[in-house]
């Protein structure tokens, strides 16, 4: 496998994925994939990274560890950093290639036709002002993401991704794609509140009956023989 000039890479997202997972080291670490998405940064990190949430969601516990680098890149949109910048302790993790590979193999099929109708279109919605707004919905996502709720992580990190998709490729119909899925999201949220706010005060005493009865009933029971 050559050896390429990540800072002048014009290989497509998709193969550098792919080319990554075909090293020797049975070892892949987080610093190895910073370097390799070069100067594509942000929006190749927070792609790659809610990818592997999609994948690997499920595992408990990971979404916690593959959160972090999520929350970060949010918090340094918001803050127009100009660099990528990961702790030390990050860029030191290591998963195992070969797990890569079989997670990789997983999305390379859909990312590729993705990537055949993403061009750069829509500016306004990948300029300055745009990333910090998309930062600071990164960082409210990732922390959803990182708590441990069952099957939370799908939908968090299908935004991400988008957001990281339209950041790389500079296409703002996927940074829409990613907000009218944020505005969803949370229009659902508001009508499920709102809803059991409603519903409350009717379901809670049929709940509290559904509770009791079974101990009223063997007290009735017991009061035939006494």
Partial sequence: MPDYDYQADTRPFSQVIEDIGLKD???????ELINAFGERGFGATLLFFGLLNM???AVPGTTTVLGAPMLLIG???VTRRDQLWMPRWLLARAIERATYREAVAKVLSPLRKVERLARPRL???TSELSEILIGAAIVLLAAVLMLPIPGGNFIPSFI??????GLLQRDGIAVLIAWAAVALVAT???VIWLAWGWVAPYLLPVWDWLVSWPAELWNALTGLFT
């Fill in 25 to 31: 080291d049975p070892k892949l670490y987080i610093g």
């Fill in 55 to 57: 994948v690997f969601g």
């Fill in 75 to 77: 918090l340094q949109l």
């Fill in 123 to 125: 500016s306004v919605m």
């Fill in 160 to 165: 991400m991704s988008m957001f990281g998709f």
């Fill in 188 to 190: 659902a949220g508001v």
